[in-house]
């Protein structure tokens, strides 16, 4: 089980993912704005954040930054559903996040890349302690 940031102001989508991923095991707090997770995240310890990318109040690539600086170790997931400027690739790297995702997305998808990502996490754990 993994504790688990998602960052979504969407209503519809946040809930269909929170459920989604509470029905894998996962923990999740979702928030509904940059500004709200940023706080939560500073508050919190997450194994891994999901985040849209457009957001009021602080957006998605702005909501990375923060979270790189505080947390470098953190995996982060990037959703959008608007126009990505470059390939998909080019813009997960650019903003050094470990996957990205178009909305709307193959939920099976994220829901092996959370595994994937929170498998690694929890193994690293264990060896540390």
Known sequence: MARILLVEDYEPIRRLLTKALELDGHMVTARDNGTQALTVFIDNTHDLVITDMEMPYLSGPELIAEIQQLSPATPIIGMTGGPIPEP??????????????????????????????????????????
């Open 88 to 129: 998909m690739e080019q813009e997960r790297q650019r903003l050094n996040i470990a996957a990205m995702f178009a909305k709307p997305m193959d939920l099976g998808a994220l829901r092996q890349t959370v595994h994937t990502l929170t498998a690694k996490n929890v193994q690293l754990a264990d060896q540390a302690a």
